[in-house]
């Protein structure tokens, strides 16, 4: 019993076969596609190790799945989440179809700058000493807090990561928000405009999914990326109907689930022009498998002198992130995973996303006493009596 | 730990024996989902006729008539269903082939129009799956299949998945009461068809799984509102024996409405309250699904509370306990339900 | 209270409400009943049909949500997909086939639930509900005599009603209340209990289901409430228009139909402060001191004391009185000399 996780539950052979009869699909042979190690139907992934590592342990977004960002305010790390999803697509010569933005946004893919696990070597081989060994497979369940990437492939990958990257093609690329990416896939985006039209604003972009998959061979793996749905720059007053925009994510759904292999989507949403709390966007979330909030910290960069940053090399949180629903879990029932109900902060940097439990910061005006303390270890006996 | 039931006691009084022309309402919130309670009806109903993995005789209660089910979805496919039926033991889609179960689609084609290629996509799809699914080593030994099983297996998924396009697909067309009218006479064809090939004493059980999508996904702007909703499921339910609805029951849905004396509320929250309470009121038993008050816990799902609803007839012979009771998923699907306080 | 006016008040309230649920003297021909979740009106219906059925009226349900008819209705109406002209022209036609030869008889019509109709999306604009309802009431032209009818009408205070159509009519449950001539509004035994046992210790009172305000939750009713043991029953608060005029305001409490037999003629309804787990009897004044907490401090008073305490006249008591100068506590001003006074203008 000991030698595994008590919540990761053993999959029974039916169980696993179940799962895996049922996602017929070309999954070795696609890049970018691995079985998730929780119930080996085939994920793929976001293009940010750290929220790969969020979704209930399946260490990658499932295929067929939608996951929905929901960002408060007017910051956009929700658009630099949508980026690194575009920009994995594109290395991993999947299909990215983008909705509603002009072909610019593609011109503004984050430069690739390796695979995720090389940039996890360079920084853990700083903090090799404390790192403990532990089992591989335990590893790649996805461990968090340790700032350990958990999508990391076993060992015998990690090896041979560095030079013969094409004998095991890599999950996960690590990328670089302040250079653009030059892929030759890049081209190969196609951008859906929304086009007016009496009725749905929706339907035309529907029949242009639709007839992609279609057209496609069967190998081809699809991402459809949404930017900010619904913002009123981009998309007509009518969209936000409910029968036009609601009718849309059901028809989307039906799509996912024709293709429960092949496609994968990402939607960005304001929540600041669709609050959280109006039925609408309530209904979004019901359609949608996975949900994500994030709750970007006011004025973060004025505080960085002061917020919770434990260290001067790790960087202070820019905002809390929120898990509403995770993919496939949700769908089961719910509940049973280890990530559920933790609070995250997440911290955007030039080079990655990352997703930390969020612990609350030392109250301001008290880094002297933090400062002076932490060099003696614990305060002496002597200091604390009065 | 050892293995659950796939019923858990403490639920089966309420999930079997439902009395004629009773409604029973499921209500979810977005972090708790109702999918799992639905599969325990499914089993409820159809296990003892289906179950190979347990002996007819000390699963199938004496006397307990057999049924028949007819499940509506509007928001999961049927490969999900599936899916999940099968980690409970249930296969659907053989049960599907000797017509004790019948599943109607409304998702694939509810609102888009019938692209007429996707019939074909799957099959392919599956037949290029054998492939690599067959060399694939069998990831758990000892209790997973043997190679012919797992052949056996996938020869008789593609056949399924040829006629997972024969199930009867749900259409909205159109506006207003005629588009409902539509759909309601697909499920109608499908429950007289089960009927007639029934024999008497078998209860024809209807779940519809998140109608309320379409009162969502329609609304006033149709011609849609509660009240022809409402409607619509009393025209289901005259054919049924006894009828399960799942709705969402979320805050935002019904306490901006319900709670709100101004009026100043969207339309689609007015409607979805009107339709849920309205559904409340006429059923026989609520089960409520939602969140732990306290935040999340590692062991424990969500709270299941089983109140009566307005429909609720005192004279009746079955009686039914009111209960609040704590439920946890496990990974691997198995079910625990438990009190408060207790483990 | 006084006993005497309690006494008086069981009485005529007692007469009052078993006229109304027995329908004799037409003493309400349209009834309000509004429920919610938390206490349903089928109880309070199941208690009407019961009485119609003893008393032999016609009894007309018009179903907007009850799937099956229920128990000792003469005639059932389903209302899918029908006009209210249709629905109304059936329930007419209803009454005529089922009496036939026999001598007039009384008739109740129930209508189980009045929300869909107003909510309903496919209705004529040109809907008018008072002459909807007035149309089930008043003697229809070519009825054989006068047949006194009474409607019963169920409103679900829960469900929300759509914005309004027009903006300057007045909305459906002000004018279904303001054409009742009885109000009755049903609440939960236990939930009344509980409340009471908050109020009594100076709580909040508790809020149940829907006004709990909590993710996922509809309704709350649970059987065991905690600290109401096994209250059961059905609390009716009774407003009621007499042909005067006047008003009456009272709460009775209808036991579980469980209680007393089908059949049972005398009244089962009791006034909500005759009962003993709502009102319970005051404890014999026998305690006097005995119970008081003791201390070596003297915290009682003598009977003197109390005497000379009650006796002190607190500087604001002859204000309060009406007879005294200060009637009331008015300011009264003498007039001197030095005012002048204006016939037209000053008044005293």
Known sequence: MSFRKRNVGLSTGADRSAAVSSQSAPIESSPGIRPSPDDGRPTTSTGAPSLDNLLAGHAGLPMGKTILIEENGTTDFAGALLRYYAAEGVVQEQKIHVVGVPEQWGRSLPGLIGTAESLEEKRSDRRKDEKMKIAWRYERLGEFGAGVAGSRDPPSQITAAGGESEAKPAFCHAFDLTKRLTHAGISNMSFIPLVPSKDSPFAAILKELQ???????????????????????????????????????????????????????????PLSLFPRSSGLIRWIELLCDGIIELCPFPHSADTVATSGAATSVEEPPQGMLKTHKLPVLHERGGGSDQNVGQDWAFTLSRRRFEIKPFSLPPAEGDTEAQD??????????????? | MPSQPPLPPLLTPYLSDLPESSLTVISSVLGATSNWLVLRYLHASLSNTANSNTSPENNGSIGRTSRKVVLVSFMRSWDFWKTEAKRLGLDLARLRDKRQFVFVDGLSELFTPSASAFSTVPVGSANHATLPLRNRPTPVPGRGPP???????????RRVQGDASNSVRLHFRGRGTAALDAIEKDIISELHRQRASSDENEELLLIIDQLDLLLAATGPGLGIGATEMADWVMGLQQHAHATVLTIAADSPLIHNAATNVHGDCTPIETEHAALALGLAHRARTVMQLRMLETGAARDVSGVLRISRGGGWNAEAKHSLDEKELLYYIQRDGGLRVFGRGES | MAPSNLSHRRTHNLLLISKLLSLRDTASPFTLLQDSLEQPAAPLVKEYIRRAKLSKVHVTFISYETLKRPDGVDAFISTRRKTPTEIIREASSAYHQGTGTEPVRRRLIIIDSINPLLNSKTLDPGFHLPSFLGSFIAPSASSNGRAEASLVVTYHQDIPSQSQRDHYSPPPLSMLTYLATSIITLHSFSHILARKAARDRSFVPPVFGLEEVQDGVLLSRLDKLAGTGTAEGVVLELEHRRKSGRGVLEWYLLPPASRYSPHHVKEVVTLLDDNVLYNPPKEAETSGGNDEPQSTFELGLTDRQRRDREGVVLPYFDAQQGDGPGEGGRILYDMGEEDDFDEEEDEI
Do not use: C
């Open chain 1, 211 to 269: 007839g992609a998959l279609l057209s496609s061979p069967a190998n081809t793996i699809h991402r459809i990326v949404m930017p900010t749905l619904l913002n009123p720059t981009l998309y007509p007053p009518s969209a936000s109907q409910p029968e036009h925009v609601l009718q849309f994510f059901h028809s989307l759904k039906a799509l996912m689930s024709a293709y429960p292999t092949r496609v994968t989507a990402m939607i960005t949403i």
């Open chain 1, 372 to 386: 002076a303390a932490t060099p003696g270890g614990m305060p002496k006996k002597s200091d604390l009596e009065f």
């Open chain 2, 147 to 157: 190679a012919a099983g797992s052949l056996d297996r996938s020869a008789q998924d």
